[in-house]
């Protein structure tokens, strides 16, 4: 029989032999990464926008590639096809974050895959506050439902945007499918429940203060959607 003891021995040394380099090493580029750190919190020297240069930029994006500085006019004609990304505005000498809503962005439903706009898109009034959880955090929105004749239903329009409606009458709140399918993973590999996940998505939008992020709905209709979904899946693979 081969013994495999010293074997293993000599790996687990390797192992903290190259973690110990790893983290000496670190030590030498310390100060180095924080001074990049905090030089990531401040705004550039030039306050012209990337995209226009024509205004003085106050916004940046945390969730766009790249160091993009916007206005907002740039900002919200960036974002059209990117409705939960996160950005932030340079304001009284540090970053906060802003919604694109609060910015003037409107959701639209229904005619942005064949480039037309809904004839009723300049009907301001027809417009409703929604609150969409994505994978990155609770957002809300200001969605502009497709009122031409013969269009599908609002909780239809939202799943043809990979959104799921938790009413089918007068949606207020919708997932997308993406934080839908996510919470199969967390709660199969790391048994979260459905109210921790919420409790989680509501800390990734606001860390300092995830009892004031706004949700129409509780935990509860989260989880009754979810058993919906994984317990038809379970039935139909059965
Ligand atoms: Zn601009
Ligand atoms: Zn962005
Ligand atoms: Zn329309």
Known sequence: MV????????????????????LRQFLGYENTY???????EIPPTNLSCDSCSSFEARFRCLDCYGRRWLCQ???IDCHI??????????????????????????????HLSSSRSCPEDDDMFGDRRMTVIHVNGIFEHCVRFCKCL????????????????SSFDRPETAFTLDVLEYYGIDSMECKTSAQSFFQKLRRVTNNAF?????????????????????????????
Not at 35 to 40: D, K, V
């Open 34 to 40: 924080l001074n990049h750190l905090l030089n990531l």
């Open 210 to 238: 995830p009892d004031d992020v706004p949700v129409r709905y509780n935990c509860h209709l989260f989880y009754s959607i979810l058993l919906l979904i994984f317990n038809n899946r379970t039935d139909t693979t059965s």
């Open 73 to 75: 006019g740039c900002l």
């Open 81 to 110: 096809h990117h409705p939960f990304h996160r950005p932030q505005q340079w304001k009284d000498g540090s970053f906060e974050n802003v919604s694109l809503c609060d910015l003037g962005y409107v959701f639209k439903l229904g």
């Open 150 to 165: 013969g269009a599908n239903s609002e909780h239809l329009q939202l799943f043809n945007h990979r959104l799921f409606s």
């Open 3 to 22: 013994c495999v003891f010293p074997s293993m021995v000599m790996a687990f040394t390797d192992y903290l032999k190259g973690q110990n380099d790893y």
